[in-house]
């Protein structure tokens, strides 16, 4: 099956052209109104299991991840003498009953993610061998926690697409998802508990949906950017893959730093009693989001009755204005904009690879009335999304409409048509990036035709990170 490997962005321009946007809008509500702009504290909704013996734990995720890991094209470079000399620090301080929140725990970075001294490529053939002055804000603030870096994990050149070099861990001829892929590799294949990734329209969710991992994209702002140069500057979210969802809050406290006033220790959600969800409004949404494969749909399905047997009630919910404003293409347009302006590098494109180029050059053909379209386009779709969290507490949906591809597929049967699979990958995730959204996919169960893993993926209101952690963890007390 072939098909043209992706969505041309003036296409896209033409597409959301054809939705009227008025004349007068009244108000000019800027995005950022739609986010909110004080972000609560987080709630505490789960805690980190810390191995009790961290040097131990680490020489095992270094080895893993020298082997299996390498095989999967998982990993960048090790960073054995660091992370040893941390675990140390950490099995002191055990002993000291002085144990930080994420005492010990290994975890490793998307390679966009900048770490002092250590090699790091964003992806890109144009950066082999810089090595950084700075650290990540984010990374800071989980060696602060306790965490222990052992590992720059592969991606796609400045996560602008799917990396092909990694392998899926369920199946080696299967792609591996978005620009995450190697965290999420690293992760759904059971080497490292826990990664950093980023997401511009999906790039940690897919990669975990169909690694079969845990991933959460936070609220847009939650997570501090710094350190890790953007796709795009509007629509980056820095978050965790984890092995489980209380590991992926306890890991999103640690990361948001100075917006996350109160630590996730509380107690498992199963304490609550024998319905831990009870008086929870779960809006099940429909239309778009029910463009996916019958094995997903089943899936998804048992999820959300497993939600209801917790206590949850479920909603049958609705996005109809997405049938009129794709947010892909919004997220192409922005993405396609923005990051021709942050490489702005004239006719200079040597060591870029020829995909990403031609991204750039696809960002230089668009204008200015073309960007601000999108803009607005997407101020309308943000606010559709927040509405929805006027009848509902949380949304339920596919992670992605189908389960990994073979590796060399570029189209896909969906919906009664062969589809662009770059148009059907993000085509449940992208909508919440450009809203703004926090997001959660959490593994439920695996298709029975491929034995490939499925994610369920539930989305808060912004800055209620609390919520879908807590039904995620609900969610996964019951079903594992």
């Known amino acids: 099956m072939s098909a043209p490997s992706h969505p041309d962005v003036r296409s896209d321009v033409a597409a959301l052209r054809r939705y009227r946007l008025p004349l007068f809008p ?50 960048e470079v090790l960073l054995a003498d660091e992370a040893l000399a941390a675990a140390e620090e950490s099995a002191r301080r055990l002993a000291a009953g002085a144990a930080r929140p994420l005492e010990g725990v290994p975890f490793g970075v998307k390679d966009v993610v900048q ?58 001829g299967r792609r591996s998802g978005g620009s ?39 609220t847009l702002g939650r997570v501090p ?8 500057w509007t629509m980056d979210h820095t978050g965790p893959l984890a092995s489980s969802v209380a590991l992926a ?36 949404l429909g239309g778009w989001f029910r463009v996916a494969s019958d094995e997903v749909l089943a899936l998804v399905d048992a999820a959300a009755k497993v939600l209801a047997g917790l206590g949850a009630t479920l909603v049958p919910v609705d996005l109809p204005v997405i049938e009129e404003i794709d947010p892909d293409a919004i997220k192409r347009i922005l993405v396609a904009a923005e990051t021709a302006s942050l490489h702005d590098a004239g006719d200079d494109l040597d060591g870029y690879g020829a995909v990403f180029a031609q991204l750039l050059t696809g960002g230089r053909s668009l204008s200015a009335v073309d960007y601000l379209h999108a803009l607005r386009c997407r101020t309308v779709l943000a606010g559709a999304v927040d509405a929805l969290f006027a009848d509902v507490d949380l949304l339920a949906c596919a992670t992605s409409a189908i389960v990994a591809p073979p590796e060399g597929v570029d189209a896909v049967p969906l919906g009664g048509r062969d589809r662009v699979l770059a148009t059907v990958v993000a085509r ?38 609390d919520v879908c952690l807590g039904a995620g963890i609900a969610y996964q007390e019951v079903a594992g």
Request: hydrophobic share 45%.
């Open 249 to 284: 809050g306890a890991a999103l406290t640690a990361m948001a730093g100075a917006s996350a006033t109160t630590a996730m220790a509380g107690r498992p959600a199963s304490a609550a009693g024998d319905a831990p969800l009870a008086g929870l409004r779960v809006g099940v």
């Open 26 to 75: 009244d108000p000019v509500v800027p995005f950022g109104d739609v986010v909110g702009a004080a972000p609560p504290p987080l709630v505490p909704t789960g805690a980190a299991a810390v191995d009790p013996d961290p040097v131990g734990a680490v020489q095992r995720v270094l080895g893993d991840l020298d082997g299996r890991g390498r095989e999967l094209g998982a990993v």
């Open 225 to 232: 950017r710094a350190g890790i140069p953007p796709l795009t």
């Open 115 to 172: 770490v002092e001294g250590s090699p790091t490529t964003f992806g890109s053939r144009r950066y082999a061998g810089f090595r950084p002055a700075t650290t990540a804000q984010a990374v800071r603030n989980l060696r602060a926690a306790g965490a222990v870096l052992v590992a720059k994990l592969a991606t796609y050149e400045f996560a602008s697409g799917p990396n092909s070099r990694t392998r899926n861990p369920w199946d080696p």
């Open 180 to 218: 995450s892929s190697g965290p999420a590799a690293a992760v759904g294949a059971g080497l490292l508990p826990l990664a950093v990734g980023t997401d511009t329209g999906g790039s940690i969710r897919v990669p975990a949906a169909w690694c079969g991992a845990v991933g959460l994209k936070p």
């Open 428 to 465: 449940n995730t992208s909508v919440f990036n450009v809203s703004g959204h926090p997001a959660l996919t959490v593994p439920c169960g695996r298709a029975p035709g491929t034995g490939l893993p499925v994610g369920l993926q539930l989305v808060a209101p912004c800055w209620r990170e």
